[in-house]
């Protein structure tokens, strides 16, 4: 992806993994890569879309679905797949761009994947010598429409639990198998999926802010472990993988998602007023005005606003035009890429509530609070709307590795002083659970916590062990 902020890496809070859609009606294609647009906020390395009309056709490209997309190519056929893409396994490659097409003994299946397989690796060596197949990229979703297409089964349900049954980790699929769509979701329900209606047929993707685009309404969430498949007369019942603990991703609802998406029916943008409204009454501050660090920390200030009384205002203006590079630029590089972001409206004798989502690895809060300072702020008073992030994330977020989290270098007043607010606090884990209605057995909370999904947990040292010698090599 590129991050939601458009800015370098460094800049970076956390990085998306991907979007994916899939499509049945008339012009398929053309209305999966719309669709492609409104997920464009989780992922921006490479874009791609697969249809079928008897027949395969797959475009697909490194950029923004705008460019991939400006050549207009032919995609016929009334069923399509889509998939925006941030590496968090593989490299940033024109060969990793999804979606993936596979020959099976069922017919030519095309695969889009969001989320991490964590044993990617030792399935890619196993596919290799056993089946003697070749992989033509270094993605885990090429691993898992391999998977597909040797699994033994005469049904969807049947191969997606053989699959299902040795890949760790988490994943949302949108596949095209011929003219039939299938969407599923891993039993964990770590990442999102939702089915759409439109006017002449139904869609699936990883968030309810696509189907709008397409003028079609939502109809339901995807569930934790759920297949769902879409034929000529619309969805068919799939079935059901084996259940796990569910462990929803809590950073879909503080960062990822796009506000005016829908999980389990309620809003994105509410739910963020709500982490807003849970920090103000855990912390409230010393404060004549809350303002947002947009676009991602606007919500949570309206609703920080809500609990403590204090007017909300307009702070920071955001540069949208702003591009993206991957380079590393040092600390005062960094400070004009914010400049370049974000300019400040006269805050004059104000002392300012300044809510952000997160701190990742903190080297961009100072330069923010600097620039609020610079516009006459009297007090700066800084209020996070996630815990703490202590760990990192193997199930599809790029965030930091651990010793880069600043979190587990610094305790909150430390950190104010490094970023020289007159104080910081976060969120608690509690307060973030109430707000978005979650519990510690449905939601994951890792990166706050340490406490992976059993199964991510049970993994762990075997993937450390192959980073080991995937090092030494
Ligand atoms: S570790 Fe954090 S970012 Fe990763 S899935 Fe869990 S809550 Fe989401």
Redesign the pocket.
Known sequence: MTHKDGLDTSQQK?KDECGVIAVHAPEAGKLAVLGLHALQHRGQESAGVATFDGAVHLHKAMGLVESVFACDPSLPGSWAIGHNRYSTTGSSTAVNAGPFEVASRFGPLVLAHNGNILNAPILRGWLADSFNLTLHSDSDSEVLALLLSVAPGDSWIERLQWMADRVIGSYSLVLLAGDRLIGVRDPMG?RPLAMGRIAEGWVLASESCAFSLLGGIPVRDVQPGEVVEIGQDGPIPGGWLTPARHAF???EHIYIARPDTLFAGRAVHAVRRAIGEELGREHPAPADLVIGVPDSGTSAALGFSTSTGIPFGEGLIKNRYVGRTFIQPAQAERERLIRMKFGALPLKGKRIALVDDSIVRGNTLRPIVALVREAGASEVHVRVASPPLTDP?Y???D?ARKDELIANRMGEDELAAHTTADSLRHISVDGLLRAIRGTRDDT????FTGRYPPAVQAALPARAEAEEMEMAR
């Open positions: 956390v770590n991703c809590a950073f994330c199930l599809g977020v965030m994951c909370l890792a990166c």
